[in-house]
T-cell receptor
Framework: QKEVEQDPGPLSVPEGAIVSLNCTYS??????FMWYRQYSRKGPELLMY????GNKEDGRFTAQVDKSSKYISLFIRDSQPSDSATYLC?????????FGRGTSLIVHP | SAVISQKPSRDICQRGTSLTIQCQVD?????MFWYRQQPGQSLTLIAT?????????ESGFVIDKFPISRPNLTFSTLTVSNMSPEDSSIYLC????????????FGPGTRLTVL
């Protein structure tokens, strides 16, 4: 079993939809949780960062962490075609993060 | 956040040759990281480079294949040596967040194709 599991998709949604992206993990030592967005032919860009269970909101994005279930989510409200990208979850206990494979999201007009 | 640039952005190379990738950061950073991103796979850490010391390699990566230099606090190079088609990948430079947010920032990547 991989330490971090993430469905690669692709996930295709219409513009305006609420998107839910998820990762599960097996290492209970993970304390810091991140979401990165990666556009085609670009490097990953940090979107959200949290270290506690619960929700963290930033504009249209909400990161949710459930440490008891070892499950994290990223919600995107009012999705836009410009949100089309690959979203990678990452988590760490030491200074080296472990990444998921990334979920490809396509938001069509 | 740090601004990171990489050169080259992409290259097509012949089997058996070597390629050196450069990473430049707009601020001084203690730790720099080199990752590989293969199609459909998660980011894999190759090595951690601290200025003034030997790079620390992750399991499965060796210095002879991926020599790294870190001459100062804003620059690093990764060389992919004696390349084979299996080395075709995106190579990413990353630095730690100096503000204490315990996260990393990435460069735009170098897309390498080995024929």
């Amino acid at each position: 079993q991989k330490e971090v599991e993430q469905d690669p998709g692709p996930l295709s949604v219409p513009e305006g939809a609420i998107v839910s992206l998820n990762c599960t993990y097996s290492n209970s030592a993970f304390q810091y949780f991140m979401w990165y967005r990666q556009y085609s032919r670009k490097g990953p860009e940090l979107l959200m960062y949290t270290y506690s269970s619960g929700n963290k909101e930033d504009g249209r994005f909400t990161a949710q962490v459930d440490k008891s279930s070892k499950y994290i989510s990223l919600f995107i409200r009012d999705s836009q075609p410009s949100d089309s990208a690959t979203y990678l979850c990452a988590m760490r206990s030491s200074y080296i993060p472990t990444f998921g494979r990334g979920t490809s999201l396509i938001v069509h007009p | 956040s740090a601004v990171i640039s990489q050169k080259p952005s992409r290259d097509i190379c012949q089997r058996g040759t070597s390629l050196t990738i450069q990473c430049q950061v707009d601020s001084q950073v203690t730790m720099m990281f080199w990752y590989r991103q293969q199609p459909g796979q998660s980011l894999t850490l190759i090595a951690t480079a601290n200025q003034g010391s030997e790079a620390t390699y992750e399991s499965g990566f060796v210095i002879d294949k991926f020599p790294i230099s870190r001459p100062n606090l804003t620059f690093s190079t990764l060389t992919v040596s004696n390349m084979s088609p299996e080395d075709s990948s995106i190579y990413l430079c990353s630095v730690e967040d100096q503000s204490g947010a315990d996260t990393q920032y990435f460069g735009p990547g170098t897309r390498l194709t080995v024929l």
